[in-house]
Structure formats: structure tokens, C-alpha cells
């Protein structure tokens, strides 16, 4: 257990420096003049202008120099300032993440209430109705783009109940919590419900395999009632792998609600991006995609702790 | 092991199944749809009727008008085609150069195998629409960059799934025979490895289609993918949120025609690998 611990932590440090070369990479792969890209093209810049302006972004030094640079001042929290607000990156990527964190908790909490049970029940009553119509629900759940299915909810709500989830302003959970739910349901449905059904897929399959093992059988054998040969013996052991699956899925949500918080205009830190996107703002690009990047390993380090937590097999190793 | 691909075991195989079929019937109406969008579509896709503006579906436009009297329906079809186009050439370039360099990986093994490997590892250090998204932020919108964008985020994925069976397979009796006869490293890695881990390549290639559809229209749909006035499933959606209270059918069709596209390459993958996994054949 120690070594695996170990392992894993000093896997993240390398793992973080390369992401934080790719980050950097990617962004300077903006065609021609990173000034005049994010100035835009409608002031004229003189040359003396332009090279003083590189010089000040520190755009005139060698690339390697320039990453250096980056790295060690984002080491300190300076992800450098927005040249829209003129206000730092990192504060505003700090401000903006609890909504967006909020939103992955809730979709994931509603992906596991609705993908859990239904995978465990299609399990239990293999190629039964109830079996066949789970099957049918993750099959419908994967295809389904969530910006369709948000742009459908606004549509029902809308027509149907004459409300809009989000007309008005966004209100924090710590200031008026019952209203800020209302605002996060149906954002965080729309979010969660391609991950109930690879929640559900998985549930089900791990649940099988386990009903199928020697252990499985040998409970039956002892004349335990099928209740308890599930309850009390496979389900324990078909949950680990979910464990993993959930930590994946979690950090694929950071990824989704980009998405999401444009459809039903959330201001967390996926709008802060298409937002910086569309006003060529790349401090701030460069710092939200390195800030979910981050936390996306970060997940997937805690997920695979806890796997190796609740799995013996790792745990007495 | 015959160096053939047994195609027509495979499809034998994958008819069995229904719901695989039903994949494969899903994708095969793709296509054709995509292809024959100019002689199916009653309209032209970007051709405004100005006196027709946001009509709900009639005899005249099957499916509606949007904003500036544009037929849906000729959008939708037209939608297909730009759709397949993104799709299939961005997967096509993922599959070749990932294919590549994972063979390469695992038939030289060693240095180059780590090096190249670890540098794919990072690429799964980043959710894959984020990744995406990075791209195409950087480059610029458009269809081009988002090929570009989807190739790179899948590449990773074909060089992992290409390298396992090539470890396999290079310690195999056949590939040492091969090598002792004195043919060259290129040769055998085409002629008798590659076609020795096809299967899991198949299988991959069609998940690999159906995720590159849905991340197509994702970009379309952030304003980030195929430019206006070309029509794209993905920005026909975004476009009908802002009139969604008075023309709620332009929500409808381009979803739905995602959600059917996504569907069959799903079942078609989910098919292929019960029918070319031995492991999972019952």
C-alpha cells in the first residue's frame, strides 16, 4: 500500500510539468503575431509599438526561456493578468470554481442515484423487462449530446411552465441555498445524465461478473437466499471498479459543464473560458484550461487512493 | 493465424446480433444521407426565403424555416455531409498517425516505446473536450482546425490500443520466421503484424467515429467549428436557443439527428467488438 502511494504521488509531479508543456505548447500555436492577435486587427500597431508590447509579454525571448518564465511564476499563483479586465487570472478562475465544482458534485450525485440502482437491478433480473429497458436507457443516455438535452429542457420549461431556469441572476449556494438549487437542477441533470448510463453500464457488468464467481457460487451453496448473496457478498466487490469510473467521469465533468454552463448561462469557470475564447483573452485561456487540467489529474490521483483504500487486494499488498 | 481480415465471418457475426445490425442500418443511412444530400435536399441549404421566415413544419418545409427562411430540412441533409466530412477525415488522420506510432512503440520496445508512450499519456492528462477546445481556441474556428482538434485528442487512443496486440504478436513464431528469412522492419510490421491486430483497431475506429460526431457539434454548437452559413447540426442547435419560445421545431431535428448518428456508431462498435472479441463471444 505505501509503495503504491508513493508510486502514484511521484507519477503526478512529472505528469503536471507535461501538461503544463502542452498548455503552453497549444497556445502558441496561434497563427501569425501573438500581439496583433490579442490587440486585434483594428488598431494599427507601429513596429516600435508592436516590439515594445513583445518585450513587455516577454513574447521576444527563446520559447524554452518563455515556458520557464510561465511555469515558475504559475508555480507562485501568477497565471498572469487578463488583458481585457486587466485583472489577474488566478482570483477570477478561484472565484468562478465553486459554482462549477457544485455543478460536477450535483450531476454526479444524480448520475450515481439514477446509474447505481438501475445497474444493479439490470444485473440482478438479467435479460428481464426491467433489464432490457436499462439497457435501452444508457444505450439512449450515451448518444444523447447534453447541449441537446439542455437546449430541450429550457424548451419544456419554457413552454410548458412559462419559466425560464435562469431568468434572473445567478444566486450563491451560501447566500439563499434553496434558490440555488432550483438554478443547478436542471443544469446539473443535464450534465449528469450521459454518466448515469455509463454508471449504469458499468454497475451492470461488474455485477455479473461477480454473481458468476466461485465465491458467489459457494454462498448459494451454504444456502444463503439470493438477497443476501447480493447484498451482502457481490455487490461489495462489484463497486470497487465503479470507484474508479466515478473519479474518470468526475473529472470528464469539468469538460462538460463548459458546455452546460453556456446553455443555461451559469457564470463558473467554462463560460470564464468560452468567454476569454471568443475575446482572444489567452492569459486567462492559457490559466483555466492549465486550472482544469490540474484538477482533472488531481481526480483521477484521488480516485485511484480510494480504489487502492477499498480494494484489499492493493491494500495488503 | 491467417494474415487476412475475415470480413466475411465478421459480418456474418454482426448480423446475429440486432441491435448491432441496427447500428450498422443507423450508419449506413448516415452515409448515404451525407452523400446524396445534394440530390435529397428540396432546397439549397443556405438559400433564404425571405418571405418564409420561421415557418413550423409544413407540406412545402418538411421539418421548417428558421430565422431567414432557410429550409431546415435542406440544412439538416446538408448537415450530414459537413458532419461525415469533419468526422471522417479527422478519425482517418488519428487512426494512421496513432496506428503508427503505437506499432512503432511496441515493435521497437525500449527507449523509443517509452518516450513515445509517455508522450501519449499526456494527452489523457486533459478531459478530451477541453483539449479540443484548446485547439481550435488557439487556431481559430473552423472545419479545418477542428479536424485537426479531433485527430490530435484521438491519436493517443489508437496508439495505445495498436501497441498491446503488437506486443503480442511480434513475439509470435511467424514474425521471427519472417525476420529470419531476412525481411525488413517495415515490411513485417505491414505485411504480418498489422494485419494481425486489425480487430481491436475496427472496433475503435467506429467508437472513435461517433465521439468525433458528438465532439463536431459540440464545437459547432460553442461557435467554435464549421463557419456560418455552412450548415452544421452543432450551430443549427445553438441557433435555435435564442427563438426556442417561437420556433421550438429548430430544436428538434439537428439533436435528434446527432443523437441517431452517435447511436448507430455506438451499437455498430459495441457489435464489432462482441463479434471480433473472442473473449467476449458467448
Known amino acids: 500500500m505505501r509503495r503504491f502511494l508513493i508510486q502514484r504521488l511521484l507519477a503526478f509531479v512529472p505528469t503536471l510539468v507535461g501538461i503544463s508543456i502542452v498548455v503552453f505548447l497549444v497556445m502558441r500555436l496561434i497563427p501569425g503575431d501573438t500581439i496583433s492577435a490579442m490587440i486585434g486587427t483594428q488598431y494599427k500597431l507601429t513596429e516600435a509599438q508592436a516590439a515594445a508590447l513583445r518585450a513587455y509579454f516577454g513574447l521576444d525571448k527563446p520559447l524554452p526561456e518563455q515556458y520557464l518564465i510561465w511555469l515558475t511564476a504559475a508555480l507562485r499563483g501568477d497565471f498572469g493578468y487578463s488583458v481585457r479586465s486587466g485583472q489577474p487570472v488566478l482570483p477570477e478562475i478561484l472565484n468562478r470554481f465553486p459554482l462549477t465544482l ?153 469538460g462538460g459543464a463548459v458546455i452546460v454552463e453556456e446553455i443555461f448561462t451559469l457564470p463558473g469557470i467554462g463560460r470564464l473560458l468560452l468567454n476569454a475564447i471568443s475575446q482572444r483573452d489567452y492569459a486567462v485561456v492559457q490559466g483555466t484550461i492549465m486550472f482544469i487540467a490540474f484538477n482533472f489529474v488531481l481526480i483521477n490521483l484521488l480516485a485511484d487512493l480510494a480504489y487502492a483504500f477499498v480494494n484489499p487486494r492493493i491494500r495488503y499488498d | 493465424m491467417r494474415g487476412r481480415i475475415p470480413i466475411l465471418r465478421i459480418r456474418l457475426r454482426v448480423f446475429r446480433h440486432p441491435s448491432a445490425g441496427l447500428g450498422l442500418a443507423l450508419v449506413l443511412a448516415y452515409l448515404l444521407v451525407a452523400v446524396l444530400a445534394g440530390v435529397l435536399s428540396p432546397y439549397s441549404p443556405i438559400e433564404q426565403h425571405a418571405a418564409d421566415r420561421l415557418q413550423a413544419p409544413n407540406s412545402r418545409y418538411l421539418l421548417g424555416t428558421d430565422e431567414f427562411g432557410r429550409d431546415i430540412f435542406s440544412r439538416l441533409l446538408h448537415g450530414a455531409t459537413n458532419s461525415l466530412r469533419v468526422t471522417t477525415v479527422a478519425v482517418a488522420a488519428a487512426t494512421l498517425l496513432g496506428t503508427t506510432l503505437g506499432m512503432i512503440a511496441g515493435y521497437t520496445g525500449g527507449l523509443t516505446d517509452n518516450a513515445i508512450m509517455r508522450l501519449m499519456d499526456l494527452f489523457f492528462a486533459f478531459p478530451a473536450i477541453l483539449l479540443a477546445l484548446a485547439i481550435v481556441a488557439a487556431l481559430g474556428p473552423g472545419a479545418g482546425n477542428t479536424i485537426l482538434a479531433i485527430a490530435v485528442v484521438y491519436m493517443p487512443i489508437f496508439a495505445r490500443v495498436s501497441r498491446g496486440p503488437v506486443l503480442a504478436t511480434k513475439a509470435m513464431e511467424f514474425v521471427t520466421a519472417a525476420r529470419c528469412i531476412g525481411v525488413n522492419h517495415p515490411r513485417i510490421l505491414l505485411r504480418h503484424i498489422l494485419p494481425n491486430i486489425t480487430a481491436p483497431l475496427i472496433v475503435q475506429v467506429s467508437l472513435a467515429l461517433s465521439w468525433a460526431m458528438l465532439t463536431e457539434a459540440s464545437l459547432s454548437f460553442l461557435g467554435l467549428g464549421t463557419r456560418p452559413p455552412e450548415p452544421s447540426w452543432g450551430s443549427m442547435l445553438s441557433d435555435s436557443r435564442r427563438l426556442i419560445e417561437l420556433a421550438p421545431w429548430m430544436a428538434v431535428s439537428p439533436g435528434f439527428a446527432i443523437m441517431l448518428g452517435v447511436l448507430g456508431f455506438n451499437l455498430l462498435g459495441d457489435g464489432l467488438r462482441d463479434a471480433l472479441d473472442p473473449r467476449l463471444r458467448k
Open chain 1, 102 to 254: 457544485e455543478l460536477a458534485l450535483l450531476a454526479m450525485m444524480i448520475a450515481l442515484a439514477i446509474g447505481l440502482p438501475l445497474g444493479v437491478v439490470s444485473a440482478v433480473k438479467r435479460d428481464s423487462l426491467i433489464d432490457l429497458s436499462g439497457r435501452l436507457f444508457a444505450l439512449i443516455g450515451l448518444a444523447l449530446p447534453n447541449f441537446w438535452l439542455g437546449t430541450l429542457l429550457i424548451l419544456v420549461l419554457s413552454v410548458v411552465f412559462q419559466t425560464l431556469p435562469n431568468s434572473g441572476d445567478y444566486t450563491d449556494l451560501l447566500e439563499d441555498p434553496l434558490a440555488n438549487l432550483k438554478q443547478m437542477l436542471f443544469p446539473a441533470i443535464t450534465l449528469g445524465f450521459a454518466f448515469s448510463a455509463s454508471i449504469l453500464r458499468a454497475t451492470r457488468s461488474s455485477l455479473l461478473e461477480e454473481l458468476q464467481q466461485d465465491y458467489a457460487r459457494t454462498a448459494r451453496g451454504k444456502g444463503l437466499r439470493e438477497r443476501r448473496v447480493i447484498a451482502g457478498h457481490c455487490l461489495k466487490n462489484a463497486l470497487i471498479p465503479i470507484i474508479t469510473i466515478a473519479g474518470v467521469e468526475m473529472g470528464y465533468l469539468f
